[in-house]
């Protein structure tokens, strides 16, 4: 079992669609979590980070985080063109004193006008 | 702020020579540096975590003296892919954190695509 789930997409969604990304995790030691997106043939872009369970907003993102569950979601409002990418989902914890992170496999998102 | 480079953003190379690629973070020190591999469609795997005068530190599994890290100063570190095979073909993205910062705050260059023929 992989430590970090993400279902690979492809998803396809309208213009204007909420779009929900998931990962699920099995270490409970995962102390801090992360969103990224990754245009094609680009390096990661960092979009969100939470530390705690809850929800974080950020204009058009949420990030949800349920320690409980073990599950992280990454909600993305009136979804545009632009938004099409690859979204990674990461996670971290203290190792050897550097802060390691382990990504998720990433879900492609298709936004269509 | 906060900008990753890295050279070159592609290169392709015949089997059995090295290639070097570099990682800049062009606004900020960086005590600690990432390289990671990404295959087509998988996720980024951490190869090896880079500190600023030290030696690195490879993942399972990471050949050492195939992946050489060298970081020798607070803004560049580098990886060298030694004796380069086709299943070393991959992308090549390094990610810095600024000093004085918890690490986990990565940013991440725009990546190097590997070919090797």
């Known amino acids: 079992q992989k430590e970090v789930e993400q279902d690979p997409g492809p998803l396809s969604v309208p213009e204007g669609a909420i779009v929900s990304l998931n990962c699920t995790y099995s270490n409970s030691a995962f102390q801090y979590f992360m969103w990224y997106r990754q245009y094609s043939r680009k390096g990661p872009e960092l979009l969100m980070y939470?530390?705690?369970?809850g929800n974080k907003e950020d204009g058009r993102f949420t990030a949800q985080v349920d320690k409980s569950s073990k599950y992280i979601s990454l909600f993305i409002r009136d979804s545009q063109p632009s938004d099409s990418a690859t979204y990674l989902c990461a996670m971290g914890f203290g190792y050897g004193g550097y802060n390691k992170l382990i990504f998720g496999a990433g879900t492609r998102l298709a936004v269509h006008p | 702020g906060a900008v990753v480079s890295q050279h070159p953003s592609r290169v392709i190379c015949k089997s059995g020579t090295s290639v070097k690629i570099e990682c800049r973070s062009l606004?900020?020190?960086?005590?600690?540096m990432f390289w990671y591999r990404q295959f087509p469609k998988q996720s980024l795997m951490l190869m090896a975590t880079s500190n600023e005068g030290s030696k690195a530190t490879y993942e399972q599994g990471v050949e050492k003296d195939k992946f050489l890290i060298n970081h020798a100063s607070l803004t560049l570190s580098t990886l060298t892919v030694t004796s380069a095979h086709p299943e070393d073909s991959s992308f090549y993205i390094c990610?810095?954190?600024?000093?004085?910062?918890?690490?986990?705050?990565?940013?991440f260059g725009p990546g190097t695509r590997l070919t090797v023929l």
């Open positions: 606004d900020f020190q960086a005590t600690t």
């Open positions: 990610s810095a954190t600024p000093s004085g910062t918890n690490t986990d705050t990565q940013y």
């Open positions: 939470t530390y705690s369970s």
